[in-house]
Each structure stands twice: as C-alpha cells, then as structure tokens.
C-alpha cells in the first residue's frame, strides 16, 4: 500500500502441514508435505511460528522484528530466524540480516535454503527465475501454503493474475484463517476491475484479522474499490470508520492517524470537493505534533501538509498561494542537504501538478519528468500535459501505462478511471 509516503512489503513462510486429503477408512490420509524449520531449541520454534502468524495477520514490520530476535536468541543459528528479521526490516537495514541468513543457510533443511535462495532471487529482481524456483518448491512441497502465497505475489507482479488467483485459491485451501490471503485475493480482483468480488474478500479478511487491530490493508483496500467505481460518499465513509478504529486500536503501530486524512484529502481533491480536502489535510495534521513520531518524521509529515495544500490552492485557481507552498517544500528540501535530495521528485512533482493547473504544460512537463516515473497518479499528469501540448502519441503510452500498472494504490486508484477513458477518446 501506498498512500503518499505510508507504504508496507513483506513476505513470509509457513511451516505447518497442509490440509489432508481425503480420509482413508482405517487412518488418516498423511498431511502433504511442508517445509519444515530447522532448529534443536523449541523456543526459536515457537518465536518463529509467532512471527509467521503476525505478518499473516498484518503485525509484521516492528511487531515481527520482536519475535524473530526473540527466535534468534533462542537459537543465534537458526538460519531461518535471521531471515524473518531480514523481511520485517525496512529495506535499508535488512541486508545484513539477509547477508547472516545465507551464511548459515547450509545447516537449514533442503526447503528451507530453496525458499531463501528463491526470495533472493526475487529480491534481485529476477522476478522469472525466481517464480520458477518457487514452483519447484510448490511441487516438492504441496502442502506448504507460504510457497503458495510468494507464487501468487510474483505473478501478480508479473501480470500473471489467473496464475496468482489460482496460487491463492491453494493456499487459501491449506488454511484460510488468517486475513492476508483475502486481502491478496480482494486486491486481485480489484486489478480485473471487479470490485464487488474485491470487497467479498475484504469483508472475509475483516472477519479475520487480530483482535484490537485495525489493518490499513483491508480498510484502504475496501475503500479503494468505491473510488475507482466513482463512489466518493462510500470511500470517504470506509476511510472514515477506518480512522475511529485506528484511533481506538490498542495494536496500531503508533503512528499518527495523518495518513487516513491525507487519503481523504486526496480523495477530495481530486473528486472536486476542494474546501473538504484543504479542511482534512489540515484535520490529519493535528496528530502528528503531539505524537510518538521522530522529529524526522514529523518533517516529513509537515512536507506532505504543503503538499497537500499546494496541490488544493492550484485546483481553487490560487496559483500564487499554491507557488507559495511549493517554495516551502523546496526549501525544507534544500536545508535538509544529502538527506533532501530523495524528496525532490516529490517537490517536482508538486510544481508539475501546480504549472498544469495553471495552463502552463510545457513547464508542467518539465517538472513532472523529474518526478516519480513509477506512480501512476504522475503518468496521468503526464498524459494530461502531452495532450494540451498536441503530442497525442505520448499522451497515449502514458494513459497505456497507468491501465496496464499493477501497483495497488490511491494512486492508481485515482489515475485508472481517467486514463481509461482519455485512452479510448485518443
């Protein structure tokens, strides 16, 4: 998910044996096989088992870190251990994790090591190979739902939606009662554009997920369903409900309940309703300052206020008050030195979106070319500026790129109605 700033990945495994088959009338048919820990201490065990469970019911990051170290204490050469520490890191402190994991991977059982050499290969971006590593596995071990889940997530993130819903459907057989496969399921569905079945498996996962959480996965992605159907009314009542549950949720992570409001913002923002989306940009806002946040944190929180708001002023025709926040931004950026220099696509990006609600598109262009070239929200901008600039041709391959995107997302979310339909007008 991602919804300016907030965004969560992870993958996990699951030893425990699948479903049996069916029953033989003297004994029980044997469960299929599944990968199994390798480990002499029944604690590291246990921790892992625990951290498995969390990421499967959206307690991963911080929460799955606590257990894996526990499982790691228990045992310091539980390869595996290492590795569940690896995929709930944020991606610039996994590597060593990910580094002690191979090392100690020779003592892992058979699965365990093709499982690892299978994520690493994905992590290396050699998505092909490693699907193929990871059907290797399913084959040897049929009953392991987790090779399942990583089937359906590479395929997904190579189009192969059929492949990944038919992963899904086994590992939902193997056990369906945890919320994350739904939510995959649901997620699925809203890429084939069919957001009622999508919502059938939100409400499924919502039925499932952990007592005092509230999972930003299940309720941003319900809401998301209503905004590509146009149903601004129902988003902003989903995300709504979502806020008063976060805010009573003893399990939240701590942060501020900023990036709901901001969604609705958005929302807002782009659906017309421009006072509505200045008032909830600043309502979200009102949690950071007195929150367990980092100072950091809170700046950065700051910066997407301007954003908002300079974004907002330039769909009100304030243009001047709109370039007034976007100097903001470029100065918070500027004084923050080596450490500003990965928010300067979000400053173009804000100047691009300002200059296009201006009139001024070859300027427009300029900025949005420095801007994230990944978020389909940007390639509408795209779009929109090489059409008032004539260059049809451009304007089409990026409407093209935003309705063949697979990232899940308001982005998206906000970006795939128009694009379809300037596409089919070109």
Known sequence: MSVHGIGVAVVSFVCAAGAAGAADKKAPAKPARAIELTTKSAEAKAQALETIRRIETFQGGSLGIETAKKAVEADPEFAFGHYLIAVNSPQAQNKPHFEKAVELAPGASEGERRYMEAHTLNRAQ????????FRRLAADYPGDRMVQMMIGQISTGQGKLDDAKTAYAKALALDGSTPRVHVFLANLHTLQNDYAGAREHFKHALARRAEGTAPGQIHFGMALTYV????VEQALSTLRGFADEYRKAPANPGLPEVFIWNAMGRINLENGRLPDALAAYEKGFESVPGSAASERDKKLWLGRLHHGRGRTLARMGKQEDA??????????VDEAGEEGKEFLPAYHYLAGYIKLEGGDAKTALEHLRQADQTDPFNKLLLGR????????????KAYEEVVASRQQGLDRALAYPESKKRLAAL
């Not at 050699?126 to 590593?133: D, F, H, Q, T």
């Open 126 to 133: 050699k998505g092909a190979e490693a699907l193929e590593a």
């Open 323 to 332: 370039w007034k926040e976007a100097e903001v931004l470029k100065k918070m």
């Open 385 to 396: 500026a090489y059409e008032k600039l004539g260059d049809k041709e451009n304007a089409r």
């Open 228 to 231: 590509y159907e146009g149903n």
